[in-house]
Structures are given as C-alpha cells and as structure tokens.
C-alpha cells in the first residue's frame, strides 16, 4: 500500500504561481512513477504530468507544458507540481497517483495508476 497526501492548493490570481506537493509513505516509493492529474467542476478527471523513478523522464500535457514542472525528492518521498503563469482553466482539484513499474518509465493512463491521493484544491482568478 502507498498513501499519498496531496497539500499547497489554495487561491491565486491569474498569472501566478503555486507548488503542490505530494507526500508519499509505505512502500519503496523509488520504485513508483508518480503522476499529476486534475478535474474541474462537470469534466473529467485529466492528466496533468509525470515522471519517472529517477525523475530522468518527465512529460507534460499540452495546456501546461511550459508553464508546469513535475519533480521528485525520492530521500523525501515527495513529488511536487510547480504550476506557474496559472490561468482560471486551471482551476481544479489536483491529484497526485503512484504506478508501479519495474522500469523508469512514465506512466500517461490513468487506468495505470494504483494509487491517489484526495486531492487539493486549485482555485485561479480572473
């Protein structure tokens, strides 16, 4: 089992900036591919980033490339979100998920993950 506490959502205005961070505990976390996703008010949940175990590999959804940086402090067990340059559509609740994979690889599908978090809340004004 893996538990994974998301935490630093909150209000910001458009344009600024935020860092989610994800605190994982129980397994070996080194050997997860941690991921970020969202869901907004009436759409889907969506994938945000990710990385791999080292943090070698990161990828990005096209709305937040550029703008979102993955990374990963496995001595720490924590992965973090620096969401800058925010816009209000990307106001969602964020959530954090663990894959586990004998490879360091990333880990895009949702249906991939074992493990998520509750989630935290990203409100960005206009």
């Known amino acids: 089992q893996v538990q994974l506490v998301e935490s630093g959502g909150g209000l910001v205005q458009a344009g600024g900036s935020l860092r989610l961070s994800c605190a994982a505990s129980?397994?070996?976390?080194?050997?997860?591919?941690m991921g970020w996703f969202r869901q907004a008010p009436g759409k889907e949940r969506e994938f945000v980033a990710a990385?791999?175990?080292?943090?070698?590999?990161?990828y990005y959804a096209g709305p937040v490339k550029g703008r979102f940086a993955i990374s990963r402090d496995n001595t720490n067990h924590t992965v973090y979100l620096q969401m800058n340059s925010l816009k209000p559509e990307d106001t969602a609740v964020y959530y954090c998920?663990?894959?586990?994979?004998?490879?360091?690889?990333?880990?895009?599908?949702?249906?991939?993950?074992?493990?998520w978090g509750q989630g935290t809340q990203v409100t960005v004004s206009s």
């Open positions: 998920a663990a894959a586990w994979r004998r490879t360091d690889t990333i880990v895009i599908g949702g249906y991939d993950y074992n493990y």
């Open positions: 129980g397994r070996t976390f080194s050997n997860y591919a």
């Open positions: 990385i791999s175990w080292s943090g070698a590999s990161t």
